[in-house]
Each structure stands twice: as structure tokens, then as C-alpha cells.
């Protein structure tokens, strides 16, 4: 393995969605276009703005903006409830437009696709042409509204990074010659994977511009971060190649799976909560089978807002929505199980425990998570068997839900909420469809 530089070539181009939501909603819409537009999970003041197009972000509206202050700063945005389905369609009909032009090699999150380059393909005008064939395939075969940014390097961790340098539209390549001067005028916090608490690490070891950082060898570089991955950004900054290439460091087998939801206001009661809980564990145990997965837990978590003066009396906490809350959460084990009736009994045993109080009296999030998951092929089945036909029954569930959507057959438990909580999608997920629905 060499971690030399290479010639003049790109080998990674990442392309980089253009607020992707907004701009989904603009092309779906197409009297929003040129108009301030976020999208928010549920129209409520406290929420946060999950998306802005770019006329939003011109006048300070960007995601993690609370909608009250995003109304304030922007009397005429216009808010529109996010949809699961939509961004999910165009993601894949993104992909499918990219793949026209160059193979899609990886996909990091839904708004984002990366293409390795072969052979002539990474001689700088090839790849500069193989990038505009991809931003004029976006436009013809998927919406005039959807726009990317381009990035062309080395390696696929200054791709990512040169896909920020220009947005919207942008296209920038970086090459080894150029390196690493043609990074240094930009921010510690434009390096993937240096968030706010690494960026404050950074500073206490002395390290506050990005010059500084590069003013460092391969040994000063693997004592700040003590680890090989000091080793590994040196070369990548530098064009360099260590093998892995940016690409994060995935477990043999996934550990969980759930859903979480900020509820909408009249569902904020003991009620509403658990009708929307019932909700959450009906995707998550449908998601479970068509994975092909057993689980041998399950947390049951809760938040309840608090009033002024309860938030003033307790050490509460601050939801990214800005609501004061406290919270409770709890876990149960169990044998390994897959079908909804079980898990669905279990969650049952969580709930009547939770607390009572004057604190705990107004609930606004709710999420589920199954923990433990053992692959189909690793569980063993209980020695009698399935006296009760459980599996079946969820079997017939699945075939119908696939069929006609994941709601159409369901516990009784769960019909206040049957069209609530529907599914979110977050940057980092990718979208999986299950016959008719994404989830």
C-alpha cells in the first residue's frame, strides 16, 4: 500500500445535493421556486427547520433555524411539511440520472452519491466532463429546480470536502499539485468529521486554523489525534490514498433499529403518546422481518415538556426543538423475538411503568428502539414452536402492508395515530422501500 500522492488525476468525484428537500418541493411545486422555503417536520413555532432553499439561507433561515425565528427573520416563508416518500422517490431517481453518466460506487446519506473514476476517466477534462454530463443528466431526466455541487479529487475524503467549496451549482476539483495550499484558507470545521466537540479538542491541543493543522508531520498529526486516523487525514489532505479512502468503518452486524417522533400538539397526552408509540413499534417490527432480524431488547424512551417554572425548579434539558424537558426511559429483555404481538406486549410492561407527577404530564416525544438484533440465519427457534401462530399473523400483516401500505392492516392500539408520525428521513439515512412505502 502506498500513501504517495497521485499524478494529476482525479480518481472520486461526490456530488453534493443542493438543499435537497427545498429544492424537492420546489420542483414538485413549481410557484415556490425563487421563494423562501423551509421544511419542517410538523407545523409547529417549536420545531426546527430540517431544510431551506437558498432564498431562505439568504436571509439567515438554515437547518436548525426554530420556525418561530424563522417566521420572524422571513415574515413570507413559506413552510411545508416534510415528506418521506417524495425525497425518497427523487433520491433514487437521482441516482438512476448520476448512474447515466458514471457507475454510483457509494452512497453516504441521501443527498449525497460518490463515483470512482477508472483509467482515462480521471485525466482532469474527462472527469471535469463526466461532472457536467452528471448536472446536466440531473436537470433533464429528474427537475430544473434540483441542483448539485461537484467535487473532483484524489481521494474521497477531499472530494467530499471540495463538493462544499461551492454552492449552489459548483463544481471544483482539487489535484495533488495543488495540495495542501489549495485547502488551507478553509475552517477546521470543513473537515468531515470535525464536528463542534472535536473542533473545541482541537483548540485545547493548540490547533485553531486550518495552517496550523497542516503545518503538522505524520507524527504530530497522529499525536493530536491520537490515533491512525491522524495518519490517515495527513495523506488524505495531501492527496494521498491509505486504502479505506474516506469510507467509514461499518460493524459485521447491525446492533438496532427504531423510530423516534416530536408528536404534533394534539396527540401531547398519555393517550396520544401511546397510540403514536404503538405507531413507532408497528414500522420498527415490520422493518425487523423484512431486515431478517430477531430482537432481544427494547428501550421505550419519553420526553414531557415542562412549564416555566417546573424547567426553573429542575435541572431540565433543552430539546433541538427549544422546548424544556424531562425525560424517562427504560428497557426490557426479552427472547428473541420478531413478531409485532410479542414486542408489542413488551412495550405494554414499559409503559406501565412509567412515572406519574406533575412533571411527567405532558409528553411530546416518544421513541422505540429494538436492541440486541440476531440475523434469521443465527436464531434458534424455541423448542414447541409457535403455539399461538404469532409469525404467521405477522407474516399475513406484512403481505398486506407490503402490498397496500405499511397501515392498512394494524393492532386496534394504534388507530388514533394511524396516520400520524409518519416516517422522517435523516441526512444520513438511506431510504429503503418496502413494497409500496419507504421507510
Known amino acids: 500500500m502506498s500513501f504517495a500522492p497521485h499524478p494529476d488525476r482525479f480518481t472520486h468525484l461526490h456530488i453534493d445535493l443542493n438543499s435537497f428537500f427545498a429544492s424537492v418541493e420546489q420542483q414538485l411545486h413549481p410557484e415556490y421556486r425563487g421563494k423562501p422555503v423551509a421544511v419542517v417536520p410538523t407545523m409547529t413555532d417549536t420545531t426546527c427547520c430540517i431544510a431551506a432553499s437558498y432564498e431562505a439561507k439568504a436571509l439567515g433561515v438554515k437547518t436548525g433555524t426554530q420556525v418561530g425565528e424563522a417566521k420572524k427573520m422571513c415574515p413570507g416563508i413559506i413552510l411545508i411539511e416534510g415528506s418521506h416518500t417524495e425525497y425518497a422517490k427523487y433520491s433514487q431517481a437521482i441516482n438512476d440520472a448520476v448512474e447515466l453518466a458514471c457507475h454510483v460506487s457509494h452512497n453516504p446519506s441521501i443527498d449525497e452519491m460518490c463515483c470512482e473514476l477508472m483509467g482515462r476517466e480521471q485525466e482532469p477534462p474527462r472527469a471535469r466532463k463526466i461532472a457536467l454530463e452528471i448536472k446536466q443528466s440531473i436537470y433533464k431526466n429528474v427537475g430544473e429546480a434540483l441542483r448539485c455541487s461537484i467535487g473532483m479529487a484524489p481521494n474521497r475524503y477531499l472530494a467530499k470536502i471540495a463538493s462544499d467549496m461551492q454552492k449552489p451549482d459548483g463544481l471544483i476539483g482539487l489535484l495533488p499539485s495543488q495540495l495542501p495550499k489549495a485547502i488551507a484558507h478553509l475552517d477546521l470545521r470543513d473537515l468531515p468529521g470535525v464536528g463542534a466537540r472535536t473542533e473545541a479538542r482541537l483548540h485545547a491541543k493548540g490547533i485553531r ?198 397501515t392498512t392492516l394494524h393492532f386496534g392500539s394504534m388507530l388514533p395515530a394511524r396516520e400520524s408520525a409518519p416516517t422522517r428521513i435523516a441526512f444520513t439515512q438511506i431510504p429503503v422501500q418496502y413494497g409500496v412505502d419507504y421507510m
Open 209 to 406: 486554523t486550518m495552517e496550523q493543522l497542516l503545518a503538522l508531520d505524520l507524527n504530530g498529526m497522529h499525536k493530536l489525534w491520537n490515533s491512525v486516523w491522524g495518519d490517515r487525514i495527513y495523506h488524505w489532505l495531501r492527496g494521498g490514498n491509505t486504502g479505506d479512502d474516506g469510507a467509514p468503518v461499518s460493524s459485521d452486524v447491525q446492533k438496532s433499529l427504531g423510530h423516534s417522533h416530536v408528536m404534533a400538539p394534539e396527540f401531547r397526552s398519555d393517550e396520544g403518546a401511546w397510540a403514536v408509540a404503538n405507531k413507532l413499534l408497528h414500522k420498527a417490527a415490520m422493518r425487523l422481518r423484512m431486515e431478517k432480524f430477531y430482537a432481544g431488547s427494547m428501550s421505550f424512551v419519553i420526553r414531557y415538556q415542562l412549564t416555566r417554572e417546573q424547567a426553573e425548579q429542575l435541572r431540565s434539558k433543552r430539546h433541538n426543538s427549544g422546548i424544556r424537558h424531562s425525560g424517562w426511559g427504560m428497557e426490557a429483555r426479552f427472547r428473541e423475538s420478531q413478531d409485532t404481538l410479542t414486542l408489542l406486549e413488551a412495550m405494554r410492561g414499559i409503559w406501565a411503568q412509567r412515572p406519574t407527577g406533575q412533571e411527567f404530564q405532558r409528553p411530546f416525544f416518544v421513541g422505540i428502539t429494538l436492541h440486541n438484533l440476531v440475523p434469521e440465519n443465527r436464531h434458534q427457534e424455541e423448542l414447541f414452536g409457535d403455539p399461538n401462530n404469532r409469525t404467521q399473523l405477522s407474516a399475513t400483516m406484512d403481505k398486506l402492508n407490503l402490498k397496500y401500505g405499511h
